[in-house]
T-cell receptor, first 116, second 114 residues
Framework: AQKVTQAQTEISVVEKEDVTLDCVYETRDTTYYLFWYKQPPSGELVFLIRRNSFDEQNEISGRYSWNFQKSTSSFNFTITASQVVDSAVYFCALSGDNNAGNMLTFGGGTRLMVKP | DADVTQTPRNRITKTGKRIMLECSQTKGHDRMYWYRQDPGLGLRLIYYSFDVKDINKGEISDGYSVSRQAQAKFSLSLESAIPNQTALYFC?????????????FGPGTRLLVL
């Protein structure tokens, strides 16, 4: 069985602060894929990143960075110099190669509130 | 125009009514999915389809049915709606190239069952 845990249900920061959203996963698959999605107040789900289990390089995209560590089964997401527009619910998700239908297992989400 | 569209965007219905949610995509993807989102639970898979003649149950299919009318269209039906089916419903699409591809989501349909 697969499981994704986002222990932080809500985080509140002041604009320009850095913030890290935690994601811990469980899977028995040797090959798997990790994702982050953003859900702004308007409700849609926006794809942010996909990481394959065989690629442990960290990634940076503008103010966003992701730290993938297989040793701790974590795939954490950091926003540098947060902005009000970053306010959203962020979901971490997992899919394994042996997963029927490429089913995504989602964490419960972290609501990030960035105050001006 | 959006690549994945869902209609209606919002719906209020009564217990026992039949309701259909529709999803269309212009991404040319062969795989389509229906998820529901409940507060604190993330998204859970209801049904998925890998092509027009393929329908598969997901994690929580009871009380739902689907129809894949064409490669670009995937409908979700609630035959007899009940209040605990009140949720945000998402359609998603992906392509297949031998390994896991990213799923792209529609804007969601908010359903309230009274």
């Amino acid at each position: 069985a697969q499981k994704v845990t986002q222990a932080q249900t809500e985080i509140s920061v002041v604009e320009k602060e850095d913030v890290t959203l935690d994601c811990v996963y469980e899977t028995r698959d040797t090959t798997y894929y990790l994702f982050w999605y953003k859900q702004p107040p308007s409700g849609e789900l926006v794809f942010l990143i996909r990481r394959n289990s065989f690629d442990e390089q960290n990634e940076i995209s503008g103010r966003y960075s992701w730290n993938f560590q297989k040793s701790t089964s974590s795939f954490n997401f950091t926003i540098t110099a947060s902005q009000v527009v970053d306010s959203a619910v962020y979901f971490c998700a997992l899919s394994g190669d042996n997963n029927a239908g490429n089913m995504l297992t989602f964490g419960g989400g972290t609501r990030l509130m960035v105050k001006p | 125009d959006a690549d994945v569209t869902q209609t209606p965007r919002n719906r209020i219905t009564k217990t026992g009514k039949r309701i259909m949610l529709e999803c269309s995509q212009t991404k040319g993807h062969d795989r389509m999915y229906w998820y529901r989102q409940d507060p604190g639970l993330g998204l859970r898979l209801i049904y998925y389809s890998f092509d027009v003649k393929d329908i598969n149950k997901g994690e929580i299919s009871d009380g739902y049915s689907v129809s894949r009318q064409a490669q670009a269209k995937f409908s979700l039906s609630l035959e007899s709606a009940i209040p605990n089916q009140t949720a945000l419903y998402f359609c998603a699409t992906s392509t297949h190239s031998g390994y896991q591809e990213t799923q792209y989501f529609g804007p969601g349909t908010r359903l309230l069952v009274l």
